[in-house]
T-cell receptor, first 112, second 113 residues
Framework: AQTVTQSQPEMSVQEAETVTLSCTYD???????LFWYKQPPSRQMILVIR??????QNATENRFSVNFQKAAKSFSLKISDSQLGDTAMYFC?????????FGAGTRLTVKP | DTAVSQTPKYLVTQMGNDKSIKCEQN?????MYWYKQDSKKFLKIMFS???????INETVPNRFSPKSPDKAHLNLHINSLELGDSAVYFC????????????FGQGTRLTVV
């Protein structure tokens, strides 16, 4: 069974600065999909970014980008120019072979 | 227009009762899911369902059952509720099972007393 590990339970960053959230995963499959989801205090989960494992190019979405290291099974999320609205729980997730797994989450606080 | 809506938002009930949570999506997606988020925010998939197959997480007790009257709805029925069932339950949908962005409902906080 696959596993997803987020080793940082909590992080904080000053507004306008850059922060990187870590995620490692373990799967025996060669084809899989990786995600970062955000859960603000409103509770609703929102997709931040998605990466297909067979694509070597790192995904980017505006201020959000990933560093996908397939050999190391690492999938970190970089948030540039942090904004107060980025304060949320961030979950890393992996999908393959009808199995979706989430990490334990990282609580990110953006400070003014 | 809410893409994925679930009702109720909050549910308080006694041990031993049977309850249902409803979920509807208006995105035209083929796959719907139920997730459970415990008090430590840990998120676990319970079911995924499209018109072809139901995939059940093997750790889910058989007191939990999904019911899909049509492609746009996936309701969650829970029998003989236990204290440990207290959690936030999320419904979600996606175009293709697992590989696409999942759109989540706002969650139902279930409290069993």
């Amino acid at each position: 069974a696959q596993t997803v590990t987020q080793s940082q339970p909590e992080m904080s960053v000053q507004e306008a600065e850059t922060v990187t959230l870590s995620c490692t995963y373990d799967t025996s499959e060669s084809n899989y999909y990786l995600f970062w989801y955000k859960q603000p205090p409103s509770r609703q989960m929102i997709l931040v970014i998605r990466q297909e494992a067979y694509k070597q190019q790192n995904a980017t979405e505006n201020r959000f980008s990933v560093n996908f290291q397939k050999a190391a099974k690492s999938f970190s999320l970089k948030i540039s120019d942090s904004q107060l609205g980025d304060t949320a729980m961030y979950f890393c997730a992996s999908y393959n072979n009808n199995d979706m797994r989430f990490g334990a989450g990282t609580r990110l606080t953006v400070k003014p | 227009d809410t893409a994925v809506s679930q009702t109720p938002k909050y549910l308080v009930t006694q041990m031993g009762n049977d309850k249902s949570i409803k979920c509807e999506q208006n995105l035209g997606h083929d796959t719907m899911y139920w997730y459970k988020q415990d008090s430590k925010k840990f998120l676990k998939i319970m079911f995924s369902y499209n018109n072809k197959e139901l995939i059940i997480n093997e750790t889910v007790p058989n007191r939990f059952s999904p019911k899909s009257p049509d492609k746009a709805h996936l309701n969650l029925h829970i029998n003989s509720l236990e204290l440990g069932d207290s959690a936030v339950y999320f419904c979600a949908s996606s175009r293709i099972t697992g590989v696409d962005e999942a759109f989540f409902g706002q969650g139902t906080r279930l409290t069993v007393v």
